[in-house]
């Protein structure tokens, strides 16, 4: 059962891509550790294709999740840029339109400063 998203502190999932697991770990047990994301999910296996310097490319990534609260997605964007190993990453928000109430609040209250 979902409820509205508004009805706690608005959460929001930011989507990166990183080439393996070791940044992937990085990356997402610095985040929670800076309370910049309540969770991350890495997702193996992902096969990405896109075009880059005039050419088509493929190439193995990882996913990660980010599941933030809806005013923490620009200091997480801003960390991701700073801290990514590629030149241009995937930085994508994606809004949570609803969801458990108690889950929502959950992450809101992860993502708050100490």
Excluded: F, N
């Excluded at 910049?36 to 990882?62: D, F």
Aim: proline share 4%; hydrophobic share 45%.
């Amino acid at each position: 059962m979902t409820e509205p998203a508004d009805a706690v502190a608005g959460a929001v999932v930011v989507m990166t891509t990183v080439a393996d697991r070791g940044d992937a770990d990085r990356i997402a047990g610095a985040l929670v550790e800076a309370r910049l994301a309540a969770c991350v999910q890495c997702l193996t296996g992902v096969r990405s294709t896109y075009r880059w310097a005039g050419r088509v490319e493929q190439a193995e990534e990882c996913l990660l999740l980010v599941k933030t609260a809806a005013d923490r997605a620009d200091a997480v964007a801003t960390w991701l840029r700073a801290q990514h190993p590629y030149e241009l990453p995937e930085i994508l928000v994606v809004e949570a339109r609803g969801g458990l109430s108690g889950y929502l609040e959950w992450v809101h209250r992860e993502t708050r400063p100490l």
